[in-house]
């Protein structure tokens, strides 16, 4: 089975309507997602011999080659090709970091799938692939297990700051309960 199938929110159909790719993008992505590596690359091979620049189907290329057979210098190459040709698609973003996380370059992962997410914050992919980001970053307290609470606690606070809404309630929740603390003592 495919390791971007833990990438991606794969329910259905609707993740390929999330997408908002063409057909023969999204029949590629679901081959890619149920582990047809070989299928998967040859439909992007198609459709990128009818039009060269399809940017999303240069990034899902590059991550069969990634997954499939470890060629990350091949896959990187296309993946920064995805982006070179639109720098506004989240999609060569999306598969620079999956590339980087699948070959143990973490940070450079994670920044451009931030980059990905200031583009486009609700495309399904992402979800995942900070999941996939946080399985491969060591945990905030190298001496214990990651599955250890105060891990699990401190790994929380460090991923606050990719929703600024949850640090807004965060705030919110601390301001209250210092001001309640403040009350009750009077």
């Given at each position: ?57 240069l990034a899902g290329l590059a991550i069969c ?102 640090l807004a309630l965060l705030f919110v929740g ?13």
């Amino acid at each position: 089975m495919s390791e971007l199938r833990h990438l991606l929110e794969y329910r259905g159909e609707h993740i390929f309507t999330t997408l908002g790719a063409c057909p023969s993008v999204c029949a590629a992505y679901k081959l890619l997602l149920d582990g047809d590596h070989e299928g998967a690359e040859n439909r992007f091979r198609r459709i990128l011999k009818d039009d060269p620049k399809d940017n999303e189907s240069l990034a899902g290329l590059a991550i069969c080659l990634a997954e499939e057979g470890g060629r990350f210098l091949t896959a990187e190459k296309l993946a920064k090709q995805a982006v070179r040709l639109d720098k506004t698609s989240a999609a060569g973003y999306i598969g620079l970091g999956y590339i980087y996380l699948l070959g143990g370059r973490i940070d450079e992962g994670f920044k451009h799938l931030m980059k990905a997410k200031h583009l486009a914050p609700r495309d399904p992919r992402l979800h995942r692939g900070f999941a996939l980001y946080d399985r491969e970053r060591p945990p905030v307290l190298s001496g214990m297990s990651r599955k250890h609470p105060v891990n699990q606690v401190l790994n929380e606070v460090r991923n606050i700051k990719r929703n600024p809404r949850a640090l807004a309630l965060l705030f919110v929740g601390v301001v209250g309960g210092l001001y309640l603390a403040g009350n009750l003592v009077i």
